[in-house]
Each structure stands twice: as structure tokens, then as C-alpha cells.
């Protein structure tokens, strides 16, 4: 019951953001998580480290940004470390498969 409370939740907080076709996908896990398998073209930033390294990846504060990490937790911490910065465009895609069921649902 709480994946799919969560899912329902993403995809709320997706269409409330209206996340383009082509957002920045940020992974927020540790290496060793993403050596285990990542969403394609998503960049690796741990989310304790994504102050520090969100502008090697964008400055533009109206960028749509998905994080996501292994259940949630630690997306949320980041997104809202992000907003935090003013990125006004951040959502939570809570883990790596529910990012890619996404993404993919827009090709």
C-alpha cells in the first residue's frame, strides 16, 4: 500500500509540476548504489553533497529537476536543500524505476 501511495503522490507532484519532456535527473544515492544501476543520463550527486555541486550541473533556477534515490528519503532532502537555492522546479521521483516508468512514459 505505501508504493503505491507513493507512486500516486510522484505522479501528483509531477503533473503539479509540469516536468518538461527533457528534465535533469539527479541521483542523490551513494556510488556504490549507482554502480548497482542508474536512470541514463541522470548525473551523480549525493544529496549531503548537492549544495556544493548542483551548478557543475545547472545555475538556471527554472530548471526541471528530478531527483530521486532509493525509496524517497533522501530525494526529498535534496529537493528541498534545491529549493532552498531557489530552483523553483524540483520533484521528488523518489527511486530509480518510478524515475524511469516516467521518463519513459513520455517517448
Not at 25 to 44: C, K, M
Amino acid at each position: 500500500m505505501k508504493t503505491i501511495a507513493r507512486n500516486l503522490i510522484f505522479l501528483f507532484s509531477l503533473f503539479a509540476a509540469q516536468v518538461c519532456a527533457d528534465p535533469i535527473v539527479i541521483d542523490v544515492r551513494t556510488p556504490q548504489e549507482w554502480n548497482t544501476g542508474y536512470v541514463e543520463d541522470a548525473h551523480l550527486i549525493q544529496w549531503r553533497e548537492i549544495h556544493d555541486k548542483i551548478n557543475g550541473v545547472t545555475t538556471d533556477k527554472n530548471a526541471e529537476i528530478i531527483v530521486y534515490c532509493a525509496a524517497g528519503v533522501r530525494a526529498e532532502r535534496a529537493k528541498r536543500i534545491l529549493e532552498g537555492m531557489g530552483y523553483t522546479k524540483v520533484v521528488n521521483g523518489v527511486s530509480p524505476q518510478i524515475t524511469e516508468d516516467y521518463l519513459n512514459s513520455l517517448k
